[in-house]
């Protein structure tokens, strides 16, 4: 078992920046390639960014990418993600999850075991 939890959303306007961090504890989460989701309402839950277990591989959704920024350090078992120019469709609650893959990263839902609780951003125009 891998307990993840979210922290750093919050109320900025556009063109602003957040950092999002998720800290991980439990079963070796250095293990899992982490990644990060959203969800908007009424809308399904969609990828943003997901990273390797070492960290040397990064992957991005084409709507946020240039603009947010995956990363992790597995001494103190947390995952960042920082977002800039924020706009408001970037709107949603944000999701740190962890994947047992083989290999590299995954940009699939249904790849991820483990999901946090979600921390919420809101980018007002």
């Known amino acids: 078992q891998v307990q993840l939890v979210e922290s750093g959303g919050g109320l900025v306007q556009a063109g602003g920046s957040l950092r999002l961090s998720c800290v991980a504890s439990?079963?070796?989460?250095?293990?899992?390639?982490m990644g990060w989701f959203r969800q908007a309402p009424g809308k399904e839950r969609e990828f943003v960014a997901t990273?390797?277990?070492?960290?040397?591989?990064?992957y991005y959704a084409s709507s946020v990418k240039d603009r947010f920024s995956i990363s992790r350090d597995n001494a103190k078992n947390t995952v960042y993600l920082q977002a800039n120019s924020l706009k408001p469709e970037d709107t949603a609650v944000y999701y740190c999850?962890?994947?047992?893959?083989?290999?590299?990263?995954?940009?699939?839902?249904?790849?991820?075991?483990?999901w946090g609780q979600g921390t919420q951003v809101t980018v007002s125009s």
């Open positions: 999850a962890a994947a047992s893959v083989a290999f590299g990263y995954s940009i699939s839902t249904n790849d991820y075991n483990y």
């Open positions: 439990g079963r070796t989460p250095s293990r899992y390639a």
């Open positions: 990273i390797s277990r070492s960290g040397q591989s990064t």
